[in-house]
């Protein structure tokens, strides 16, 4: 069984505003890096890379895979470093990790206890009033709600973040 989530460069996707300026931008690399601790803790690989083909115009994406057996083969999140910069960067971070939490919660699209109206609400205030249907328009049926999630939870806090990667892979902790 293999699932992969991909977070798409911010600017194609959706206009993001979450940052502004140098002095923010030299915080996006400890706060990202706080988050990727913890998600390293979960077992999950991590990975920095440059991204081509048909990866190419991804900021960054979640794999997990598994034999026949339940086995997991690969458990990896890969950031793109060629497209996941300046205030791209943490919330690409932010996104990835709310899909290692879904993974730990067997793909549940409630792993972090928002409903399906707040989370709407975030992405509209994050993204714009066109959000849902450029979602929906990308991922299929069956994506939606996992991808709503995580993307309605890149503007968070850091520490909200990793709460729900730890309580989610509490197995881990």
């Known amino acids: 069984m293999t ?68 086995k997991v083969t690969k ?32 793909w549940d699209a409630d792993t972090t206890g928002r409903t399906d109206k707040w989370l709407r609400k975030q992405l509209k205030e994050n993204f714009g009033p066109k959000a849902y249907e450029k979602l929906i328009s990308l991922y299929d049926k069956d994506h939606v709600d996992i991808e709503l999630e995580a993307y309605g939870m890149e503007a968070r806090p850091t520490a909200e973040i990793i709460e729900v990667v730890k309580d989610a892979c509490a197995f881990a902790f």
Do not use: M, W
Not at 41 to 67: L, M, P, R, V, W
Not at 84 to 102: C, F, M, N, S, W
């Open 75 to 106: 458990d990896e999140l890969t950031v793109c470093d060629n497209n996941a910069k300046g205030r791209d960067y943490l919330p690409t971070i932010k996104h990835e990790a709310i899909h290692v939490a879904q993974a730990c919660q067997q």
């Open 3 to 70: 699932r992969t989530f991909t977070t798409f460069v911010a600017p194609t996707v959706f206009a993001t505003a979450l940052f502004t300026g140098t002095a923010a931008e030299a915080s996006y690399v400890p706060e990202a890096q706080r988050i990727l601790d913890v998600v390293a803790q979960t077992g999950t690989k991590i990975t920095h890379k440059t991204c081509t083909g048909e990866d190419a115009g991804n900021a960054g994406f979640y794999e997990i895979h598994s034999n026949d057996d339940g």
